[in-house]
Nanobody
Framework: EVQLVESGGGSVQSGGSLRLSCAPA?????????MAWFRQVPGKEREGVAA???????HYGDPVKGRVTISRDDAKNTLYLQMTNLKVEDTAMYYC????????????????????????WGQGTQVTVSS
């Protein structure tokens, strides 16, 4: 069973920075997950922001490339998203997502930014960027 809890959202001015965190309230099996950050604005589809494999390789959506960094601390089972030079259009609810690849018959992560590739989701943390 997996339960994810995001934190670190808030309100910042354009150009500011935020660091989001995602820690598991429950995590079974205890490791080996593919993880990602998504975001969603009301009335729009959920958008992939960044994904990271369990070996550290990462992948970013075009709107955030060069401004965000995804990282993970497997000792703490925690996922991070460092966001810099935030823009008004980054305003959204940000979600942490995880997938255990072995349940899908794989021993690797595909660095996917498609929400259908992730089975476990947090409740989200709101990021609001003002001009």
């Amino acid at each position: 069973e997996v339960q994810l809890v995001e934190s670190g959202g808030g309100s910042v001015q354009s150009g500011g920075s935020l660091r989001l965190s995602c820690a598991p309230a429950r995590l079974s099996p205890p490791g080996g997950y593919c993880m990602a950050w998504f975001r969603q604005v009301p009335g729009k589809e959920r958008e992939g922001v960044a994904a990271i494999r369990n070996d550290g390789y990462d992948h970013y959506g075009d709107p955030v490339k060069g401004r965000v960094t995804i990282s993970r601390d497997d000792a703490k089972n925690t996922l991070y998203l460092q966001m810099t030079n935030l823009k008004v259009e980054d305003t959204a609810m940000y979600y942490c997502a995880a997938e255990y690849p072995y349940y899908r018959g794989r021993d690797y992560c595909r660095l996917s930014l498609r929400e259908e590739d992730y089975a476990y989701w947090g409740q989200g943390t709101q990021v609001t960027v003002s001009s």
